[in-house]
């Protein structure tokens, strides 16, 4: 119980000197390329984190990290993939702490004929990797929350701008999403436990059916964090790295449907050969 404490401390004061950093330096704001996939475009794709205005670029935030953390997105059907090779905290030897994190905001468009943003999913990957001596206090462990604001949907076939509806999703130091190995998103993972490499996964799945039937326009604002923390041996060293994905997803009906169609072709196709 003392150990989860101090790690949610931890996690609290990083925040807090995070914002008040932001409040007294200037922002460093990264701009991406749009992508039009298929059936919804990703536009107004960029990144803020704070940085030290004496700095030259690239921006260097408070904690040392170099600035873009998320880089150019790649898109592929319906989402967007983002493959940073930076977007990483590292803690070396005693007593050191590292917080790496990224604002990331993109306007989501259903572009198609009567598409309309039913679910997306925000996916995080990467690994978790301990070296040297096991110590209770070190370990590493990931955050992401945000918001999502419907301003369009489809009122009859009218698309319509509509008084924005903001989802929020583990805002206010609630669950980190559903994280794979689940004390990743909560407490963190220690050596004791994962020694090694450990691979991991979050996932956050907003049904907006729920708030906004048939949305055709989203703001999603994603805050990103990761943290690493070591306390022992000055050979004992914590570090997290993270990819991300966004994803708008065919609604369950969509899934069942294309299911179907699936097993019935598959079923002729076996009634033919017999």
Known sequence: MRTRCRFALLAWVAGAVLVAAQAALAVDTATYLS???????????????????????????????????????????????????????????????????????????????????????????????????????????????????????LVGSVNTDILDVVIGFNAGGGPNGSFTPAALGTVGLTPLTHPGTTLWSGDVLIDVTTYVPDATRAILTLDNDLYAYSDGSPFASAKIQKKVTIEVVPEPGTFALLCGGLLALSLRGRSRRS
Not at 68 to 79: C, E, I, T, W
Not at 99 to 125: K, P
Request: aromatic content about 10%; hydrophobic content about 40%.
């Open 35 to 153: 992508y039009f996939g298929p059936n919804y475009s990703f536009t107004g794709i960029n990144e803020t984190s704070a940085c030290d205005p004496t700095d030259t670029v690239p921006c260097t935030d408070p904690w040392g990290d170099t600035e873009p953390l998320f880089g150019q997105p790649v898109g592929s059907g319906d989402s967007l993939l983002f493959l940073p090779n930076n977007f990483l905290a590292q803690a070396v030897g005693p007593a050191d702490f590292d917080l790496t994190g990224s604002l990331l905001q993109t306007v989501i468009t259903a572009t198609a004929l009567n598409a309309t943003i039913d679910l997306l999913r925000i996916h995080e990957f990467g690994d978790v990797t301990f070296v040297g001596p096991a110590h209770v206090n070190t370990g590493s462990f990931a955050a992401m929350s945000g918001f999502l604001t419907i301003t369009h949907a």
